[in-house]
């Protein structure tokens, strides 16, 4: 009798993904299995944003583990390893994986001799795919393994150069921000030109040329791209507009290879409300005369700011890498005459509060310079909508630019006045102690031919302040020309006057001498108005002192008190130099507090210096802040300049292509664009091949949806998600789809651009693969499990708001309570399962019955045995492996993406 050889027998298929049979354990304690190098590589790379923390390894380890596993198959199977960087760098949308993969596997073979496989020049070549790349990669290169770069890795970059370097190119790509420009890479690697492309020469020398001699660099008659940028930027600024408007514009602009971004720069003008990154109308701009002015008065009066003077080092920072040599110089905050002046119309803003207790109201596409609260720290360029609460903006602490109204003891009899003063009705009347501040106030009026009357109730002193001259007095009308006379209560504040630095310093002290504390760790200053409290932030700031200011509850007022503190150590020792109490007490204790150093923590800016002359303001949110006027200046060279006390960009227009569209659909709602504008929009995100070029992932797509939930974008953000998961098979029978809802998969984002986690991405394939299967059950699970209910043809995104958090990751219990005969079963989770003595979950399944494992974290351990016998891992976050399934469901053997 046959027991083999029968019409029922059919082989059975593997796939790439395999384990080896040696148990591990899991991360949770539970039994795990090895993956050989090339799985776990696999796995790794294909769930990898370099530097990315994950729940149970740190950015750093997995990087290590990345670079050691490339290092290993680099030599021992370099075909596969060659294959694998290609694909992620192509199809994988992984770029600065395999730009890393690349640089490890050449070094790997140099190290160990080996000349077999695919040529190190060719793997450098590969993954070299954008402009920018070359430079990207030459950066890592020599951050890693220092300046002498080997002949393989300087033809590969060559090869890459010839092929990608072209005008317009340089003109996008070539700019001041980047450690390697297009010149220092054509020194490095010596590029020939393409002979096919006989206009390359010409474009190199101009590279190095426009690099290392700008002045004199002339633009070659071969290059046109190049030629027609420089007559357009020869134009005057009255004319330019009219190429836009006019005939063949457009085309004329292309041909220049004019970009979006650089489009509005070059007009020197408004040109599209939504385009331009802009400041709220009321923003308070630091003037080089001490004064402030509102952004709106800068613009109509066309008034100098003050700026840097030299172009700050914001390139892009990759943490947990070291990095070439940074310049950390900032230069110097100097008067600064802008070239622009930009009214802008209405347009939605977002207020940005920071830790200092100040709040600067941006547009969406509003530039900052900004220090990240991970990885290197380094400051990058950021926009308003990439602004999260932890990051930090940079403060000046040499903004010390004043006027030259009035003296120090002037600045210390009005802040006097203004802390614990009355200047209502005919006379001036000042209440305080006898502790030093007394002697002042009757020297003071003395010297103004006033008499200091004084009455003593037992707890304070009130003293009127009289003039002989009973028809006048000198210290009212001092007081009515520095404009607090009459003011009282919250609506006590500075004059903006160009005051004397002198001036400044005694203001400060007689606010501090008034209501001002000098406490065992802080200096700190409380009144009930806010504007005063503010511009006492603003005052210490320019002297270099950095303070904070919040509000608590008014015991003896409905109004709330505002308070200012000065913790750090540094800014009190600063303090007590610029700043001269009379209090005796109080100065007695600024001296002892900055001699002994007892202010050493950290004041809540959260701010540590840099370079000597700024301090960082941690966020502390970034709200919507309802439509408003908008205006904003260009400053150069560092397009860096001071508002409101931090430092923030000036404007430049962004590029809204498919995915800036998506990013800023709750902008359009709140700026009410017209449904014909909405329309447009929503036919550019959904079209399929807008969804292929952009080749985003498909989570980011949530994102937008969790952030603009208008009806308008729905059902265009679900087409567009349905484009990127255009691989999820339509399943026939009956199929088990399980997704991890576990802690882990909540605990660290998928990428720094993105506010979703792989709880998210797991969420996602799993309602796809349920929505498309004929006969499905959905399941979520983590220490319990519970089924996820939908109908045909729902929305994605609407099954998704279903799903929860479910702690733990007992998946071999979800599989036995949830399997019921099904045909096949699948699991999309991260693997790391807690023990069960009921076995593994694939265990839990008839060995007949398929389990398929999709992996979203690349660790070591795998939960189940892979790879054959109806059990098979896959893994990612595009759905590209997904094409793998319908293969073994018809008993065909499935390869690896770039093979299949």
């Known amino acids: 009798m046959a027991r083999f050889n029968t019409k029922a027998a059919k082989a059975q298929p593997t796939s790439r993904v395999t384990s080896t049979g040696r148990v591990l354990t899991t991360h949770q304690g539970g039994r795990g299995q090895e993956r050989d190098a090339r799985s776990e590589l696999f796995l790794l790379a294909i769930a990898n944003f370099v530097s990315q923390q994950t729940f149970y390894e740190s950015g750093a380890a997995r990087d290590d583990r990345f670079a050691a596993l490339v290092r290993e198959l680099a030599v021992a199977d370099p075909s596969w390893t060659a294959a694998l960087l290609g694909w992620l760098r192509g199809e994988g949308n992984l770029r600065t994986a395999s730009l890393v993969g690349a640089a490890e596997y050449v070094k790997a073979r140099l190290d160990a001799g080996a000349t077999d496989g695919p040529a190190n020049r060719q793997v450098i070549a590969s993954v070299l795919r954008r402009p920018d790349e070359p430079g990207e990669l030459l950066a890592y290169w020599t951050s890693q393994y220092g300046r002498n770069v080997p002949k393989p890795v300087k033809r590969g970059i060559a090869d890459a150069v010839r092929r990608l370097y072209s005008g317009k190119s340089l003109l996008k790509y070539d700019t001041a921000s980047k450690g390697y420009r297009f010149g220092d890479i054509l020194n490095v690697v010596h590029a020939a030109p393409d002979p096919d492309k006989p206009w390359q020469g010409d474009l190199f020398q101009y590279a190095l040329d426009r690099r290392h001699n700008p002045d004199t660099a002339v633009v070659p008659k071969s290059l046109p791209v190049l030629a027609a940028h420089r007559d357009l930027m020869a134009l005057r600024p009255a004319k330019r507009r009219k190429v836009v408007t006019g005939a063949h514009g457009a085309q004329r602009l292309a041909e220049a290879g004019m970009t979006w971004e650089a489009l509005a720069g070059w007009l020197q003008g408004p040109m599209d409300k939504a385009a331009w990154e802009c400041l709220a109308e009321g923003?308070?701009?630091?003037?080089?005369?001490?004064?402030?002015?509102?952004?709106?008065?800068?613009?109509?009066?066309?008034?100098?700011?003050?700026?840097?003077?030299?172009?700050?080092?914001?390139?892009?920072?990759?943490?947990?890498?070291?990095?070439?040599?940074?310049?950390?110089?900032?230069?110097?905050?100097?008067?600064?005459?802008?070239?622009?002046?930009?009214?802008?119309?209405?347009?939605?803003?977002?207020?940005?509060?920071?830790?200092?207790?100040?709040?600067?109201?941006?547009?969406?596409?509003?530039?900052?310079?900004?220090?990240?609260?991970?990885?290197?720290?380094?400051?990058?360029?950021?926009?308003?909508?990439?602004?999260?609460?932890?990051?930090?903006?940079?403060?000046?602490?040499?903004?010390?630019?004043?006027?030259?109204?009035?003296?120090?003891?002037?600045?210390?009899?009005?802040?006097?006045?203004?802390?614990?003063?009355?200047?209502?009705?005919?006379?001036?009347?000042?209440?305080?102690?006898?502790?030093?501040?007394?002697?002042?106030?009757?020297?003071?009026?003395?010297?103004?031919?006033?008499?200091?009357?004084?009455?003593?109730?037992?707890?304070?002193?009130?003293?009127?302040?009289?003039?002989?001259?009973?028809?006048?007095?000198?210290?009212?009308?001092?007081?009515?020309?520095?404009?607090?006379?009459?003011?009282?209560?919250?609506?006590?504040?500075?004059?903006?006057?160009?005051?004397?630095?002198?001036?400044?310093?005694?203001?400060?002290?007689?606010?501090?001498?008034?209501?001002?504390?000098?406490?065992?760790?802080?200096?700190?200053?409380?009144?009930?108005?806010?504007?005063?409290?503010?511009?006492?932030?603003?005052?210490?700031?320019?002297?270099?002192?950095?303070?904070?200011?919040?509000?608590?509850?008014?015991?003896?007022?409905?109004?709330?008190?505002?308070?200012?503190?000065?913790?750090?150590?540094?800014?009190?020792?600063?303090?007590?130099?610029?700043?001269?109490?009379?209090?005796?007490?109080?100065?007695?204790?600024?001296?002892?507090?900055?001699?002994?150093?007892?202010?050493?923590?950290?004041?809540?800016?959260?701010?540590?210096?840099?370079?000597?002359?700024?301090?960082?303001d941690r966020i502390i949110s970034i709200t919507p802040a309802g439509v408003k006027k908008t205006y904003c200046v260009e400053v150069q060279p560092s397009h860096l300049w001071v508002v409101n006390g931090a430092v923030t960009g000036n404007c430049i227009i962004p590029s809204m292509g498919s995915m800036a569209l998506v990013r800023n659909l709750r902008n359009f709602d709140e700026a009410g664009v017209s449904d014909e504008v909405a329309a447009q929009v929503a036919a550019k995100i959904s079209d399929p091949a807008e969804v292929a070029r952009s080749r985003q992932f498909p989570f980011r797509y949530l994102a937008a949806y969790q952030h603009a939930p208008s009806l308008r974008w729905s059902y265009p953000l679900e087409q567009a998600l349905g484009h990127s998961l255009a691989n999820v098979p339509t399943l026939p029978g009956r199929t088990l789809v399980l997704v991890d809802r576990s802690g882990s998969m909540f605990y660290s984002r998928l990428s720094d651009r993105s506010e979703l986690n792989r709880a998210d991405a797991a969420a996602i394939f799993g309602t796809a693969l349920a929505l498309r299967a004929a006969d499905a059950d959905l399941v979520e699970f983590g220490t319990t499990s519970n089924r996820v209910k939908f109908r045909k043809g729902e929305s994605v995104l609407k099954v998704l708001e279903r799903f929860g958090d479910l702690g733990g990751t007992n998946t071999s219990e979800a599989v036995r309570k949830h399997y019921k005969k099904h045909d096949r079963v699948l699991i999309v989770t991260d693997e790391q399962a807690m023990y069960s003595h009921y076995g593994d979950p694939t265990e839990q399944v008839p060995a007949h019955v398929p389990v398929y494992t999709w992996n979203l974290a690349g660790y070591q351990a795998g939960h189940g045995p892979s790879g054959k016998a109806n059990r098979h891992t896959f893994g990612g976050l595009s759905d590209a492996a997904f094409r793998m399934v319908p293969l073994l469901e018809s008993a065909r053997d499935a390869d690896w993406p770039w093979a299949a």
């Open 283 to 616: 923003t308070p701009v630091w003037l080089p005369d001490g004064t402030v002015a509102p952004v709106e008065r800068v613009v109509a009066e066309r008034l100098p700011v003050l700026a840097y003077d030299k172009e700050w080092d914001l390139r892009e920072a990759k943490p947990g890498r070291p990095h070439p040599p940074r310049d950390s110089a900032v230069g110097n905050l100097v008067p600064t005459l802008p070239v622009r002046w930009i009214d802008n119309g209405t347009q939605p803003v977002f207020a940005v509060r920071l830790a200092s207790g100040r709040v600067i109201e941006a547009t969406t596409n509003h530039r900052w310079a900004v220090r990240s609260r991970e990885g290197s720290r380094r400051p990058t360029w950021k926009t308003s909508a990439d602004l999260t609460p932890g990051c930090a903006v940079p403060a000046p602490l040499t903004a010390d630019f004043f006027g030259t109204l009035g003296d120090e003891w002037d600045g210390w009899f009005v802040g006097s006045m203004l802390g614990d003063g009355n200047m209502t009705g005919r006379t001036p009347t000042w209440v305080g102690h006898d502790d030093g501040t007394l002697q002042q106030i009757r020297d003071y009026a003395a010297k103004h031919g006033c008499q200091a009357n004084v009455e003593d109730n037992g707890t304070w002193l009130r003293v009127r302040l009289t003039d002989p001259a009973w028809h006048r007095n000198a210290l009212r009308d001092l007081l009515i020309e520095h404009q607090v006379w009459g003011l009282k209560g919250e609506g006590k504040r500075v004059a903006n006057l160009p005051y004397s630095r002198a001036f400044i310093c005694g203001l400060i002290a007689g606010l501090i001498d008034s209501d001002g504390s000098v406490e065992a760790r802080q200096v700190s200053f409380a009144n009930i108005s806010e504007d005063l409290v503010r511009q006492l932030g603003d005052a210490l700031l320019r002297l270099g002192v950095q303070s904070s200011i919040s509000s608590k509850k008014n015991n003896h007022s409905e109004k709330p008190l505002w308070l200012l503190r000065v913790a750090d150590g540094r800014s009190v020792a600063r303090m007590s130099e610029l700043v001269k109490l009379r209090a005796d007490h109080k100065a007695e204790a600024l001296d002892s507090l900055a001699a002994q150093g007892r202010a050493s923590r950290r004041s809540a800016t959260g701010a540590r210096g840099y370079a000597n002359s700024i301090v960082w």
